[in-house]
């Protein structure tokens, strides 16, 4: 008797719903709330069984109660006696006697209506797990994350469920959690379900408690965002294509783990699909895959290459590809495959990018968004790698052509300070092209010669229009000092502003000094509830007052809970007015479900952006709202900081572009205003022509389509025998070296003229012989000038031959007589004593010897002209000298009446 009153008193004064059965399963006790939950009074229910008091209402509860087990178990019941509703935890408690025997046990339904309305408001799944890893409690977000019905789940255990979770890092995690009693947050991809998942684990007193959130769309948009912006820093550092590329695979590959990436590039001049970039695929993979030709058949890749569309393999062993590719695949153990083209502006295949799994499968939703931006960011990349290359091949051809041209070539600009120069000008001053750029004349030569290059330069920006002019130029390299004919141009951009001055210098030293010559001659919640990041409040939308909420929801407002308890829904709420919100109340009362961006008021006055989330819910009969909400204030700025980086990093891209555009254009530029007898052509295979500078139409008399194409010698139209001169020049091409500079002769226009041709390699960036470009000058007018100096040449040597045979027959005809004179006036000498015709006679001998000598001068002047002449050295009687002259001048002194003193010693 003692012993039931002790279990009456217990039971009542439970709050819950509380019975006591014995080992036969016949009630012996329950309280109050039991006896309502039946409909039935005590007296009515004890003695009687489970089965005696089933009704189909009641079902699922005494169902629960059949299980036996001491597992909790929730489920929702509805109380006979008044009909209301709540959500009960059940369970069954062993009892023992002072023996340690079993004699019964003890029910109770704990009601958790309350809890059960919070957390099936939430917009995070929950799940309850015990000690033995078994299902305790799963709100509705849970189950519609984990495809199961919160029945189905509750009581089992959940690596039994799902087996797939084994050896992932949220079992990981859920063990750390249950042993350690500590929180744990963790983000991870769950690879089974190709889903990103946030977990928050809370240990209970009973296991754990687990918060978790799908966060696919978050972090694709982050990894998305990031991807973005690392690959346009990339771009803008200019960093290689493969490193680009890379990047992107590394991206995608982090966010699906489970796939293994290729980029292959399309190559169409081979057409075939080349490798790219895949750094985890394996290296017989890699080779394999290398240089395919563009048919279909052949994979994936191939196919998506040559048709540009999507190509999927869910499994490539059930493929129409070749066996050959799905051997290799396997061996790698994919199979598995979608390859997706990536298109250039010009929508032509630029190259494809392919994603390999090892399961079969499709692509899921969030891989098919995602890889939409990988194709593009790629498709940039190339883009921008296949323009600095064509921009960057333009102005190496542009500078090689320059520096192929004999000519000084440069450009200033309009403060007179050097923007470029070929190696021609270089040895001018003795200066590298980067010594000479950004400096002017006066830091290379004199002040008064830089003054006159400079008013030369102003001149021509003046008026406009070219300006020649000549110079003499002396070569710092080699102290080589020329006449050169210098032309200046004006260069103009296409907007039409004025760029500075190019200048063309020829030697014209021979050609003038040719021409004197022939002159002078001719004349570049507590634990779960308080716990959650989440903000919650509970509101009576009657009042709008406040009926509960967690410590995150007055903590981020910056109230405390005594402050926070007093508010109504007005004093927080930023955005909407008084109207707004009876409006939004009254349709959440009807059912409705709001999830929406808006503005909350901390207590300092601060407005903060939300994500709010606003549900109906039902508590103890008493309907209120559900206000769920997060703080993505600082995500938002984050995301306009983004954005603005991301504006300004593809300006500083557009910026790069139009630089190497303007680049490429003044060399384009400058190629095309360089006529003075010059043209600049390219020759690609079989000496085909393949560029030709504007002026090659009025020169050769051909429309410039009628030339472009041909062989240069058919362009020119010879012979055979060019066709053999053409044939050597690229045998010799294929072998590295440069052909040197050679002359034809063509007949144009009905005159016939001479072209020296000088003509350079040119290779791919990757070696491979593309051709040659180089320069074609018209030196007619030199051969016609060096003809008529060799000519002139030819009169002179005549003449001076005429004039030594004269000479050399004059002067033996005056000595034969002289030598006459000589010997006789001697032999009077001789004879004559008579003093003073002595000194007569000795002045007639000494004339005569003088006379003589002048002859023997002569004939020795015609020898100096034929170059044999020698030279003896003797001594001189200065004596006899002077002697001579005293004979010599005395007669014409004495005749004259001055003094003539004469006094050898």
């Known amino acids: 008797m003692e012993q039931t009153i002790h279990w009456q008193d217990l039971l009542r004064a439970l709050p819950d719903v509380a019975w006591v059965k014995d080992l036969l399963g016949q009630y012996q006790a329950c309280n109050l709330r039991f006896e309502t939950l039946l409909g039935l009074s005590e007296s009515e229910i004890l003695g009687k069984t489970d089965l005696d008091l089933k009704t189909p209402a009641l079902a699922p509860f005494f169902e629960a109660l059949s299980k036996n087990d001491t597992t909790p178990t929730q489920l929702e019941v509805t109380f006979a006696q008044d009909q209301h509703q709540e959500y009960l935890e059940v369970q069954q408690i062993p009892i023992h006697n002072t023996h340690k025997q079993a004699i019964g046990s003890l029910g109770i339904g704990r009601n958790i209506t309350y809890l059960h309305e919070l957390l099936e408001s939430m917009q995070d799944g929950f799940v309850a797990l015990d000690a033995d890893w078994r299902y305790r409690y799963v709100n509705q977000q849970a189950a519609q994350f984990l495809n199961h019905s919160p029945a189905s789940l509750l009581g089992k255990n959940i690596w039994q469920v799902f087996p797939e979770g084994v050896g992932e890092s949220f079992e990981a995690a859920y063990h750390t959690a249950m042993s350690t009693r500590q929180t744990l947050r963790i983000e991870s991809y769950f690879a089974p379900w190709r889903c990103w998942f946030e977990n928050r684990i809370y240990p209970t007193q009973t296991g754990i408690s687990i918060f978790f959130t799908d966060i696919t769309e978050q972090k ?248 020649s002019n000549e110079e003499e130029l002396t070569f710092q390299s080699d102290g080589y000092t020329g006449i050169f004919e210098t032309i200046k141009t004006p260069m103009v951009s296409q907007e039409g502003e004025v760029l500075g001055v190019l200048g063309v210098a020829r030697d014209i030293s021979k050609t003038k ?16 509830f308080n716990q959650t990041t989440d903000s919650i409040l509970l509101v009576n939308p009657e009042t709008q007052k406040f009926v509960d909420f967690n410590d995150t929801a007055c903590q981020n407002l910056g109230y405390s809970r005594e402050e926070f308890s007093q508010l109504h829904v007005g004093d927080i709420q930023a955005a909407l007015g008084p109207d707004k919100r009876g409006q939004l109340v009254h349709a959440v009362q009807s059912g409705q479900s709001f999830n929406f961006e808006t503005h909350h008021r901390r207590k300092d006055g601060n407005i903060r952006e939300i994500e709010l989330t606003l549900r109906p819910i039902a508590l ?52 095309e205003d360089i006529k003075q007898d010059y043209i600049f052509f390219s020759v690609g295979e079989g000496q085909c022509i393949t560029y030709l500078s504007p002026s090659a139409e009025e020169f050769f008399g051909q429309e410039m389509e009628a030339m472009l194409g041909k062989p240069w010698y058919e362009v020119f139209q010879l012979g055979a025998s060019a066709q053999k001169l053409g044939e050597q020049i690229m045998l010799q091409m294929q ?92 032999m009077m000498q001789e004879k004559m004593q008579d003093s003073r015709y002595q000194n007569f006679l000795q002045a007639i001998n000494s004339s005569g010897k003088n006379l003589l000598n002048i002859i023997n001068d002569i004939l020795d002047l015609s020898k100096i002209e034929a170059g044999k002449l020698q030279l003896t050295l003797q001594n001189v009687s200065l004596k006899a000298l002077f002697q001579d002259l005293d004979i010599l001048l005395r007669f014409s002194f004495e005749k004259k009446k001055p003094q003539l003193s004469f006094n050898p010693r």
């Open 513 to 528: 000094s040719a021409l004197q010559s022939l002159q002078e001659r001719e004349a570049l919640i507590a634990t779960m």
């Open 620 to 671: 103890a009969g008493e309907k209120l709202i559900s206000a769920v909400w997060r703080d993505i204030t600082e995500a938002k700025e984050a995301k306009a900081e983004l954005d603005r980086y991301h504006h300004h990093l593809e300006e500083l891209v557009n910026s790069r572009t139009q630089a190497l555009q303007a680049s490429e254009y003044r060399f384009r530029k400058l190629v």
């Open 220 to 467: 694709e948009r982050e990894l998305q965002e990031q991807m973005r912006l690392n690959i346009f820093e990339k771009l803008l550092q200019g960093e290689p294509l493969q490193t680009i590329l890379a990047a992107l695979i590394t991206a995608y590959e982090q966010l699906f783990p489970e796939t293994v990436c290729s980029i292959l590039l399309v190559n169409t001049r081979n057409q075939t699909l080349n490798w790219g970039v895949a750094p985890h695929l394996p290296e017989y993979v890699s080779k394999a895959l290398d240089k395919l030709p563009l048919t279909s058949g052949k994979g994936p890749c191939c196919t998506a290459a040559l048709t540009g569309k999507t190509v999927i393999t869910e499994n490539i062993q059930d493929s129409p590809w070749s066996e050959n590719y799905k051997a290799l695949l396997h061996k790698a153990g994919l199979v598995a495959c979608w390859s997706e083209p990536i298109l250039g502006t010009d929508k032509q295949v630029l190259g494809t990018f392919a994603i390999y799994r090892a399961q079969v499968g499709l692509p899921s939703e969030a891989e098919k968004k995602f890889i939409a931006s990988v194709v593009q960011l790629a498709s940039l990349a190339l883009e921008r790698n296949k323009t600095t290359h064509l921009l960057s091949e333009s102005e190496n051809s542009y500078r090689t052509l320059i520096n192929t041209i004999p000519d000084l070539v440069w450009l200033k600009d309009p403060q007179g300070r050097y923007l470029m120069c070929n190696s021609r000008f270089e040895a001018l001053f003795g200066a590298s092209e980067a010594d000479i750029k950004n400096k002017t004349d006066f830091d290379f030569v004199n002040t008064e010669l830089a003054e006159f290059f400079r008013a030369h330069d102003q001149a021509v920006l003046n008026a406009g229009k070219s300006h």
């Open 735 to 826: 072998k590295g070296e440069n052909p040197p500079p050679f002359e034809i002769e063509v007949e144009l226009g009905g005159q016939k003229q001479t072209l020296e041709i000088t003509e350079h390699i040119r290779y791919s960036p990757t070696g491979n012989l593309l051709g040659g470009e180089g320069v074609i000058k018209n030196i007619t007018r030199q051969k016609r000038i060096e003809a008529e100096l060799r000519e002139a040449k030819d009169k002179a040597e005549k003449a001076s031959q005429a004039k030594s045979l004269f000479l050399a027959n004059m002067s033996h005809e005056i000595r034969t007589p002289l030598n006459v004179i000589l010997g006789f006036s001697e």
